[in-house]
């Protein structure tokens, strides 16, 4: 179970996930991302990162469209912050895949925050649009 603590102040809102009950040697999992918008291909160029815990991954595009997505497991005394930029911004509350998430539109860009058993993920997209956000995200599948 993640444990999350969402505080909203004027410029931006920052949530915290922690667990107690995570195991330790639980499996990172794989993701399958079963939506890409067309063109856009996952870049050799852009630093790439990962270990048993985290899982950093870059896609490009035309015209400077670009999104990462960033998974990091929560394990047991863990503590993963997230800061979203959400002065000036459209900020939504939905839910994906069963879990709370949270987005800030503004500008071009667009930030997804949610948890998926113990995994967070940020996704942040730059020239998509909100619905191009949302669907990459609604399409990340664990193995």
Known sequence: MIDTI??????????????????????????????????????????????????????TGTNNTKFYLEETAVISNSRDAQNINTEDAVVNHFVIDGEQAISSEKSENVMIVWTHKNISYILVTYYLSYDEALKIAEGIQQK
């Open 6 to 59: 969402v505080q909203v102040f004027r410029e931006y809102t920052s949530i915290t996930y922690s667990s107690e009950t995570a195991a330790e040697d639980a499996e990172f999992p794989e993701s399958t991302l079963t939506y890409i918008p067309d063109g856009m291909e996952r870049s050799e160029d852009e630093r790439i990162e990962e270990n048993d815990n985290y899982r950093f991954t870059v896609y």
